[in-house]
Nanobody
């Protein structure tokens, strides 16, 4: 049974940091890319960041470049998202994603086979 379990969300003031973690199980995590998406109230789910299977290549949405860093530990089947300089507009439910080996583009939600339940991030003073 495939499981992706996020943790690390919370309520933080603007300008601070959070680190999201995602524990993957039930599939070959190390064999494929993984990513993070988010969905704010009243908005569509959007791509945040992705990382290739080896961790050597990363991709980011323009609105998080320079602030967020995606990483992975294949030995532990863990995915991470370090979020710095958080802004109120970063408030959303953040979802961890995984997939089977594929050549599909990484920025599309349809390119991922597995999704976590989401973790709430609220940035507010």
């Amino acid at each position: 049974q495939v499981q992706l379990v996020e943790s690390g969300g919370g309520l933080v003031p603007p300008g601070t940091s959070l680190r999201l973690s995602c524990a993957a199980s039930g599939y070959s995590f190390r064999s494929a890319a993984a990513g993070w998406f988010r969905q704010a109230p009243g908005k569509e789910r959007e791509f945040v960041a992705a990382i290739r299977s080896s961790g050597g290549l990363t991709y980011y949405a323009d609105f998080v470049k320079g602030r967020f860093t995606i990483s992975r530990d294949n030995a532990k089947s863990m995915l991470y998202l370090q979020m710095n300089s958080l802004k109120p507009e970063d408030t959303a439910v953040y979802y961890c994603t995984g997939r089977k080996p594929s050549n599909m583009g990484l920025e599309r939600a349809s390119a991922y086979d597995y999704w976590g339940q989401g973790t709430q991030v609220t940035v507010s003073s």
